[in-house]
């Protein structure tokens, strides 16, 4: 069968499990659309956790971005898993404890304060829609690779499978579709894995063949890859940092905190029975991501290798363009690889050297979408790779989707504007917000803005420098006043935004960044997206100078905290108040 | 028991919880800062079958810690939880 029929019946398969899921996990409640009705298994939580939690970009850049950076691409792979720490010993039991629907909703009540509940709706949407672009963008490449069909088609097959069991399920639809695409996307990422790794070092094990001597040889993978690299001119690729000591300290730290501080993630750790479930749910979360991000390594280093003897055969010896691969000549027509035979010999000679460099582009992301036919694996198992790349995308979505229409019906609706509508009529409103937040999505999608290219740097910056520190001082720190987390929040959020922009420009467009994109005008060399460590410090900083000098908590507030800190006396997470 | 006590357990419940928190910690920076960026060239000149050692935490140690702190944090807090009898019913 050919790959096109493979990947249509494949994607055509995953697709029709997603929207049966929809039909059979309908929300009939307010606390089924928000939590799930609060009963989802500890195992099965973590399950869907880690399927919210692995977008596009974990599925596939980060193995692309590993490849070419090597040691630097470590920031990625440290600070996507290290927030799972924080969030298990720092907020994860204490609001499940809580025991509310939103994570606006638990600011707003322990901070006293409307003001409060709307900053944090206002963070919220920026971190969960900026956020969203990139997974709908995901989508769309996908499905204009795999399926040929034009990336404005792919876009609306993915927001009509989204709107299916997203306004119907809510985050009851969602947890068990995400359960299921968690399933489709593990198996799509290790199975090409194991195969690579098999074929290169006789090991079935990726992450114990990144570890082994090739094939035939005494030669140790890394070994062999580090002395290639460097004999075309890269840098050594197990000890190349991203920029410098400090900046990869900083850009680890801002995405651990960040990833901590994401709301769609936090609001999946509302689902489960009880506060000590919520402790287990993160470590099992955590296993299931690590299944893929202790493969990303393996992926990375074998694609940059695989890639590197296609290129070059033999010392000296370089690929004949005429008789390039099929998979070259595949993405070449994506615009995503491309070649210049500068001096015209017929060969691509790929160097570090800009000036006799002839592979003039290839994406990042070519390293998993294309790694299978790279490898020479059967077509099942390329159409297997299309289907688990649009799970990723489609998973992360929701879930992020889900985090903008509670905060919207929930914390603005029935929280601020109309505390006055039924359990019904915020049902409904929930749904129209879904929808809203999914047309609203799919039109970004479309037309991307322009800070588009900024996402992960709002998102984890946002998150980072506002809602983490705001959430743990509201648990650990009793005295921390209302005046002092707004005014934190604010001055969290500015300094990072500001930073952003000084370097990207004003909202990402060119030219009125007042301080220029360089790396000798960075504060002691921190690239904008590692900024977000920096303003969560200023966000502590100032919260508690503030609440130094203005009135501390009234006494049932502080009960409150002083309640959450223990699990006794929890019960389901539900809407009565 | 009376409330006086009751807040006096749910207090030192908490102080053990911190400083359980504040070790784990400790062992989460050391593992992944510590040895996967701040000392990695140091650790980079032992090897660990085919990984330079520095790199292996990097890309590799440091989450597998990642995880063995999770339960070990679960686990140690469901005896505290009993200890000072705040477990849910």
């Known amino acids: ?577 | 028991m009376s409330t006086d006590n009751n807040s006096d357990a749910k207090a030192a419940y908490w102080s053990e919880n911190i400083r359980l928190i504040l070790t784990l910690l400790a062992i989460w920076f050391v593992v992944s800062f510590g040895f996967g960026i701040l000392l990695v060239d140091v650790l980079n000149q032992f090897n660990l079958f085919g990984y330079k050692l520095g790199f292996w935490f990097a890309q590799q140690g440091s989450i597998y810690c990642f995880v063995v702190l999770i339960f070990y944090y679960t686990k140690k807090m469901a005896a505290l939880d009993r200890k000072y009898g705040v477990e849910e019913e």
């Not at chain 1, 924080?86 to 003001?115: C, H, N, Q, W």
């Not at chain 1, 099929?326 to 690889?337: A, R, S, V, Y």
Request: proline share 4%.
């Open chain 1, 1 to 577: 069968m050919d790959l096109q029929t493979l990947t249509y019946i494949t994607v055509g398969l995953t697709f029709s499990l997603y929207i049966g899921i929809a039909i059979w996990a309908r929300a009939g409640t307010t606390s089924e659309f928000y939590v799930a009705g609060g009963g989802i298994h500890p195992v099965a939580n973590g399950m869907a956790t880690a399927a919210d939690w692995m977008s596009a970009a974990s599925f596939i850049s980060m193995a692309g971005l590993i490849a070419f950076f090597g040691y630097g691409g470590t920031v990625f792979l440290m600070g996507w898993t290290g927030g799972y720490v924080l969030l298990a010993m720092l907020l994860a039991p204490y609001l499940r404890k809580y025991g509310k629907f939103t994570v606006p909703e638990f600011i707003g009540d322990r901070f006293y304060s409307k003001t409060a509940r709307v900053v944090a709706v206002v963070c919220l949407i920026l971190a969960s829609v900026t956020y969203v672009i990139g997974q709908m963008k995901g989508v769309g490449v996908a499905f204009s690779r795999f399926l040929e069909v034009d990336y404005d088609t792919g876009l609306y097959v993915g927001m009509g499978i989204v709107f299916f069991y997203a306004v119907l399920g809510g985050m009851k639809g969602i947890t068990y579709t995400q359960i299921a695409q968690y399933c489709v996307l593990i198996l799509a990422y290790t199975i090409p894995a194991i195969f690579i790794s098999l074929n290169l070092t006789g090991n079935p094990i990726p992450q114990l063949g990144l570890g082994s001597t090739l094939v035939g040889t005494d030669t140790y993978l890394l070994d062999r890859l580090d002395q290639i690299v460097q004999e075309i001119g890269f840098n050594e690729y197990t000890t190349q940092f991203r920029g410098s000591m400090t900046n990869t300290f900083f850009y680890t730290l801002s995405l651990m905190v960040g990833t901590a501080g994401l709301p769609h993630v936090i609001i999946r750790f509302f689902t489960v029975p009880k506060v000590s479930d919520a402790r287990k749910s993160a470590g099992w979360a955590l296993v299931f991501i690590a299944i893929l991000y202790t493969t990303a390594p393996a992926v990375a280093a074998m694609a940059r290798y695989n890639l590197m003897n296609t290129l070059e055969p033999s010392k000296g010896e370089y690929m004949v363009y005429a008789e390039r691969p099929d998979w070259f000549k595949n993405w070449e027509k994506t615009g995503l690889l491309a070649v210049e035979d500068k001096d015209n010999d017929g060969r691509i000679r790929y160097s570090a050297d800009k000036s006799i460099n002839e592979l003039i582009k290839i994406d990042n992301d070519i390293m998993v979408l294309a790694n299978p036919e790279i490898a020479k694996l059967p077509n099942w198992v390329i159409a297997l790779v299309a289907a688990g790349g649009l799970a990723a995308a489609l998973s992360t979505a929701a879930g992020l989707l889900l985090a903008i229409a509670s905060s919207i019906s929930h914390d603005l609706l029935k929280g601020v504007f109309r505390p006055d509508i039924n359990e019904k009529q915020e049902l409904l409103a929930s749904r129209i917000s879904m929808a809203g937040a999914i047309a609203l999505a799919g039109y970004l999608g479309l037309n991307p803005p322009g800070f588009a290219a900024g996402t992960v740097a709002i998102a984890f910056g946002l998150a980072a420098s506002s809602i983490f520190p705001a959430l743990m001082m509201g648990i650990f720190f009793k005295k921390i006043s209302k005046e002092g987390a707004v005014a934190g929040m604010i001055a969290g959020i500015s300094i990072t935004m500001l930073y952003v922009f000084q370097h990207k420009g004003i909202m990402f467009i060119p030219g009125t960044s007042f301080l220029g994109n360089m790396g000798d005008s960075w504060f002691f060399g921190i690239e904008p997206n590692a900024f977000g460590s920096i303003g969560a410090i200023v966000n502590f900083a100032v919260a508690f100078a503030v609440s130094k000098v203005t009135a501390p908590p009234p006494e049932h507030i502080q009960h409150l905290v002083e309640d959450i800190r223990v699990p006794i006396g929890s019960s389901a997470v539900g809407g009565s108040h």
